[in-house]
């Protein structure tokens, strides 16, 4: 029986809950495979073996990048190995779909990210007169300064802002993998913070919140929330980024300012120093440029 082509999504929900621990990570692997399951439907029902995989991968290669096919193969290939574990899909046809390598990477994106001047301009830009400014400064200071996912920062509670040796710190901030880790404010992100905890009156709880239209402040907010809120001042600044962008900046902003791997591994929170560094490889800096050395084409170069 072929159950990944069959089963519904209820079940497919509570198997995906018990192999991926990330809510994000979750809701890209019902996508994947909800995505998959139509693919098969319109094409008469395909059996998920190694044919259809590949069939898929072509399909998807012809209209996504590289890495957003390989994003859905892994969650398809995921699923399967589980439902070969407990014997329902056939071993055969499960190491054939584990055997369907991913499509190739050709040289490495460069990604977005902000300068220092941009920051300080979005940042500026900002109402903060309104209730509504002083949670979006709030909420785009945190994530800039810290590094932190946009799940995560929805996620704070007022309780784990903590004191430590002198600095505003998020104690046991809970990241991709239930790991965690803590995350310290610089002084300024640490006014702002405190300044829209007052003026919402909130003492406990969490520390991003729904404002309406009138002021009145709600409930904790989704990640897709702080994706709205993030969106929202990218088109007011009429500068393009998401909030994956600005863990680019922090990375960008603080390898700038001298601090060392271990220190970004840390504030992104990554699990391997390795994981880091391809990250950082995906920033292109045309100011580090290697061909701006050169005597004859140094005069007026950024500086190095």
């Known amino acids: 029986m072929n159950e990944l082509a069959t089963q519904d999504q209820i079940y497919l929900e509570n198997l995906i809950r018990e192999i991926v621990p990330s809510p994000c990570s979750r809701r890209v692997y019902l996508g994947a495979l909800a995505r998959f399951q139509a693919f098969a439907r319109d094409r008469g029902g395909l059996q998920v073996n190694r044919a259809s995989l590949m069939a898929y991968r072509a399909f998807l290669g012809e209209r996504q990048a590289p890495a957003s096919v390989n994003v859905a193969l892994s969650a398809i290939k995921s699923v399967v190995r589980e439902l070969a574990k407990r014997d329902l899909i056939d071993p055969h046809d499960a190491g054939g ?5 991913n499509v190739p990477v050709r040289g490495q994106r460069a990604g977005h990210w902000l300068s220092e001047e941009q920051v300080e301009r979005l940042m500026s830009s900002i109402d903060t007169s309104k209730l509504i400014g002083k949670r979006d400064r709030c909420l785009l200071g945190i994530m800039i300064s810290t590094g932190i996912r946009r799940a995560e920062v929805c996620s704070l509670q007022v309780e784990q802002l903590k004191q430590v040796n ?13 790991k965690l880790r803590s995350l310290t404010l610089p002084a300024k992100v640490d ?23 009138h002021g009145h402040v709600g409930g904790s907010i989704g990640s897709d929330g702080a994706r709205f809120i993030t969106e929202k001042h990218s088109r007011l600044m009429g500068i393009a980024f998401r909030c994956h962008d600005l863990r680019r900046t922090h990375a960008n902003l603080s390898l700038d300012a001298g601090a060392t791997l271990d220190q970004i ?24 440029a290697a061909g701006l050395r050169i005597g004859m084409f140094a005069e007026g170069r950024a500086k190095l």
């Open 97 to 101: 779909i584990a055997g369907v390598e």
């Open 166 to 178: 002198g600095y505003t710190c998020f104690i046991d901030v809970l990241g991709k993998g239930s």
């Open 191 to 213: 006014q702002w913070t405190r300044e829209w905890l007052d003026a919402a009156e909130i003492t406990s709880g969490p520390l991003i919140r729904s404002v309406d239209k």
């Open 265 to 288: 591994q840390t504030s992104l929170g990554h699990s391997s120093s390795v994981v880091t560094e391809k990250y950082l490889a995906r920033i292109f800096r045309p100011e580090k």
